[in-house]
């Protein structure tokens, strides 16, 4: 079983060692979580992700191992603990809405909210309607929803049970570009508003970037240590990284626009400007970049178009395939930027760890 640093420390949120033997393949997990924000699973179709969630949820009683949420243990085969699923304090999501086609929304709600005590619940029947913003649905029936709709209402049935972990078990996967793009703001606020830990199992890196606190890689069964967002996007091999290269993910709030339409993305010492479309709301808080977007210089330009650039410590270089070189630059608020440019100007410029320059941010993305 694989070790696990400070194990024992992580007791009063979540820690997680389990194994799971299959003619062909062996699951093999090990970490430890808070107990809030949002953790990716992330990996590749058959690297046991699913799997994963399955025996956190207690559908695989054939698993070895502790797993011990918040205080409670749901397993503990040393001691011959073994928690079935509905004695598990868990919310599960599937990639398909499995909602109960007989019943209409409000009452596919409710089920959730008879299955727990009074006394044990700590999600309110107005505060979950609101954090989805599925109160209009109450009346309507399964087959009259949207696919991203069904979505909110069973991620709604989850929470209604009060549960002490939420387990996300692809929920975009069999949404279109668009309906995505409807229930991603949804997600993102189960991140901002709730005190509650959530698993997401994904293989979309944009879903990853937006949503998650930090990221569990996983491989043929195996988990990768658990690293934070920033971390995970800092490493010049990130298997985040899709066809675009490189990316920096800035934490922060947008501030309304300024009397020359320009909006200023802020966080500590940070101050991105930015022009954006009117009537945009100033909700965002990443902001996306490229590392091809981001230009170096040793000294601050003068007379230059471009708004944002900012004095950054260089702290790694790492070599790429093509005659490129990723620059791994802190800046002032202690935030990773990362800076994709050829082999000849990092020689031309001279760079090397521990160097103060000036980074060019030439585009960036809100991500909401």
Not at 120 to 143: C, E, K
Not at 192 to 214: F, G, K, M, N, Y
Not at 306 to 325: C, D, E, S, W, Y
Request: aromatic share 6%; charged share 20%; with cysteine.
């Amino acid at each position: 079983m694989t070790p696990i640093t400070d194990f024992a420390s992580a007791e009063s949120d979540i820690s997680i060692q389990s194994v799971l033997q299959r003619p062909g393949f062996q699951l093999d997990m090990a970490f430890a979580l808070p107990a809030s924000g949002i953790t990716a699973l992330f990996g590749a179709s058959g690297s046991g992700k699913t799997t994963a969630l399955r025996v956190l949820a207690g559908l695989e009683p054939t698993a070895r191992g502790r797993i011990c949420v918040r205080g409670e243990v749901w397993q503990d085969s040393a001691q011959r603990i073994f928690k079935p699923v509905h004695q598990r304090a868990v919310g599960y999501v599937f990639q398909e809405a499995s909602l109960f086609e007989h019943l209409n929304v409000e009452d596919n709600l409710q089920y959730g909210f008879r299955r727990t005590p009074h006394h044990q619940r700590t999600q309110s029947w107005d505060a979950t309607l609101a954090l989805l913003g599925i109160g209009h649905l109450l009346g309507r029936w399964p087959h009259e929803l949207s696919g991203g709709e069904r979505q909110r209402v069973s991620i709604g049935r989850a929470l209604a049970s009060s549960p002490r972990l939420l387990l996300l078990d692809e929920p975009l996967a069999a949404l279109d570009r668009a309906r995505k793009a409807e229930i991603l703001p949804y997600l993102e606020r189960l991140q901002q508003q709730l005190a509650l830990p959530v698993i997401l199992v994904t293989h979309a890196i944009e879903e990853v970037v937006s949503l998650a606190d930090r990221v569990i890689f996983m491989h043929a069964g195996r988990t990768a240590p658990v690293v934070s967002l920033q971390d995970a996007l800092a490493r010049p091999d990130s298997p985040l990284f899709d066809d675009h290269g490189p990316v920096s993910v800035l934490q922060g709030e947008l501030e309304p626009a300024d009397g020359d339409g320009l909006s200023a993305f802020v966080h500590g010492a940070l101050r991105v400007r930015l022009s954006l479309p009117p009537g945009t709301v100033a909700s965002a808080t990443r902001l996306r970049v490229l590392a091809r977007d981001v230009s170096l210089a040793t000294l601050q330009p003068q007379r230059l178009s471009i708004l944002n650039q900012f004095p950054v410590t260089i702290t790694a270089l790492h070599p790429q395939p093509g005659g490129r070189f990723t620059v791994v630059c802190q800046l002032a608020d202690g935030q990773t930027l990362l800076a994709e440019i050829t082999r000849y100007s990092c020689q031309a410029l001279a760079l090397h760890a521990g160097q103060t320059a000036w980074a060019l941010v030439k585009s960036v993305a809100l991500m909401d």
